[in-house]
Every structure is written in C-alpha cells, then in structure tokens.
C-alpha cells in the first residue's frame, strides 16, 4: 500500500526561526509532490508544489525534493506565529489519479 | 488557483436524515472531483472520486448506497449522506483537480456535518 509519512509533531520554533518539516513517500514512481496548510477547523490550502529533483523557493517556503531518497521537505524561513497550524504532504500515485496524503505535522510557531 | 465553494457550511440534523452537500468550481470546469472527510484531529481520508458524466469509485469501505455522489455538470458535484447516523459527524471536504496542472487539486471550504 502506497503510504507517506509525515512526524505528527508537534513542531515548535521560536519566531523568525526556520522551520523544517519532512515527508517521505513509498512509491518511487510518483511525479508530483505537495504541501498543503490547514488551520485548525478549516481546509487545506496549497502552499507549493514540485515535480522535479532540487529545491524550489516561494516567498519564505522551499520545497525541496529527493526523488532517489523518495523524500520532500518544506522549509518555512523567518516563521511566524501566523504559519502555525498543521502541514500536509501529499503525493501523486492513488489508483483514481488521486493524492495521498500524510497526516500532517503541526507546527506551533512561539511568540 | 482555483475558487471552490461548498455549501452548506454548517449542517446540524437528526439522525436518519439526509444531508446534500453541494461543491462548485466557481472559475473553471472540472471534470474530476475528490470527497474527503476528517475526523477530529484526524487526517484526511479520501471517501471517493467523482467523474462527471459517469458514476463516482468509492473507496474500499465507503458504502456507495450511504454517500450518494452525483457529478451532473463541470462544476458540480453533490454529496448526499443518506439516513444519517452520529457516526457519520465529520467535517466533509471536496476539491477539485485542475486539468493540465499535473494533479494539482483545490480544496474546497468544507462543510462540518453534526448528527444529533
């Protein structure tokens, strides 16, 4: 069964830190790669995407991908209280054309 | 991205009654989309894809005769929880998959279903 792994947390940084989550995915023939931001009690919402081996910088996110090592990071840069909630990774590869998802990590970013 | 809405937000009904909920893709035509529910503090668990013009594939253990999926047009797909029991409080989530954007999909705001 195709699984991706997240560590639930929860991951607490001070402000202004960098916060780094990590995911790693079983099926070595995914293609594209995501993280998702959900508050509490509210949906997911897109935060980056990557299809290709590297790193790729948004604003204050890089997402950097290892396809050999079947693992994707999320680096927040300069956290602030406002990035706390929880942090899902998901991965192409379900028998519909559908994403798995990790359970998230919850990252608490302290004041 | 994409703008996707669900409605009704909120639902609070008794048990043995159904609940429709509605998900529209508000900018673009989407010919699939994904009902999700999450339980408290739970991740999220994929119950079916909806196709539209064709039936929805469920899930291994999502009854198909209890969440009633209908995807009639490109930006409509509707949920129907039939006979509603306490079990089935949840917060239900749709998103919706963007053609030629290599399996991005948008969620939708979500629609928190309390059975009494």
């Known amino acids: 069964q195709k699984e991706v792994e997240q560590n639930s947390g929860p991951l607490s940084v001070p402000e202004g830190a960098i916060a780094s989550l990590n995911c790693t995915y079983s099926d070595r023939v995914s293609q594209s790669f995501f993280w998702y931001r959900q508050y509490s009690g509210k949906s997911p919402e897109l935060i980056m995407s990557i299809y290709s081996n590297g790193d790729k910088e948004d604003g204050r996110f890089t997402a950097q991908l290892n396809k050999a090592s079947q693992y994707v990071s999320l680096l927040i840069r300069d956290s602030q209280p406002s990035d706390s909630a929880t942090y899902l990774c998901a991965v192409n590869g379900g028998s519909q054309g559908n994403l798995i998802f990790g359970k998230g990590t919850k990252l608490s970013v302290k004041p | 991205g994409a703008v996707v809405s669900q409605h009704p937000s909120r639902v609070i009904c008794k048990s043995g009654t159904s609940v429709k909920i509605e998900c529209r893709s508000l900018?673009?035509?989407?010919?699939?989309m994904f009902w999700y529910r999450q339980f408290p503090k739970q991740s999220l668990m994929l119950m079916a894809t909806s196709n539209e013009g064709s039936k929805a594939t469920y899930e291994q253990g999502v009854e198909k005769d209890k969440f009633l999926i209908n995807h009639a047009s490109l930006t409509l797909s509707t949920l129907t929880v039939t006979s509603a029991h306490p079990e089935d409080s949840s917060f239900y989530i749709c998103s919706v998959e963007v053609a030629g954007k290599s399996d991005t999909q948008y969620f939708g705001p979500g629609t928190r279903l309390t059975v009494l």
């Open positions: 900018d673009f035509q989407a010919t699939t």
